[in-house]
């Protein structure tokens, strides 16, 4: 069960780092022609960048605390507000009749609640 929790934060952490990073360096111009991207449109550039901020702080927070054995509580928190995007991300999708998208985020929605409740439950890093 370790070694699943390991891979789903893992693969969390990819997620957000590469979406997180396409926000803060990609034109909102670029990102709302994407056809995941159109929310952008209707977004400032200022919401855009903060939430590519939140979703690098996510994935930095979902790896390396635990992995440098420094606060590794913060990894079930990070599940826990990845969790809280992905509910935003999805309400988002569905209101733009984004059904795809919407369909992704609940995959990345499912992985962070299986990476919060093993991390705070029965492979908690605290014991």
Same mark, same amino acid.
Request: charged fraction near 10%.
């Given at each position: *069960?370790? %070694?699943? +929790?390991?891979? /789903? #934060? ?5 997620? %957000? +780092? ?13 990102? #709302? &022609? ?9 977004? /400032? ?7 590519? #901020? ?11 605390? &635990? ?16 969790? =809280? =995007? *992905?509910?935003?991300? *999805?309400?988002?999708? +569905?209101?733009?009749?984004? /059904?795809?998208? &919407?369909?992704?985020? =609940?995959?990345? =929605? #499912?992985?962070? &609640? ?9 492979? /908690?890093?605290?014991?």
């Amino acid at each position: *069960m370790n %070694l699943a +929790l390991w891979i /789903s #934060a893992g693969l969390l952490a990819v997620v %957000l +780092l590469v979406g997180g990073a396409t926000k803060l360096i990609v034109s909102k111009e670029k990102l #709302a &022609a994407h056809p995941a991207g159109g929310w952008t449109g209707d977004a /400032s550039v200022g919401f855009v960048r903060v939430l590519g #901020a939140i979703e690098l702080l996510g994935a930095v927070g979902l790896v390396l605390p &635990a992995a440098l054995d420094i606060a590794p509580v913060l990894v079930p928190v990070a599940a826990v507000g990845t969790v =809280l =995007l *992905m509910v935003g991300a *999805m309400i988002t999708h +569905l209101r733009r009749h984004e /059904s795809r998208s &919407a369909v992704g985020n =609940l995959v990345y =929605l #499912a992985l962070a &609640a299986f990476v919060a409740w093993g991390r705070f439950g029965p492979e /908690s890093f605290t014991g």
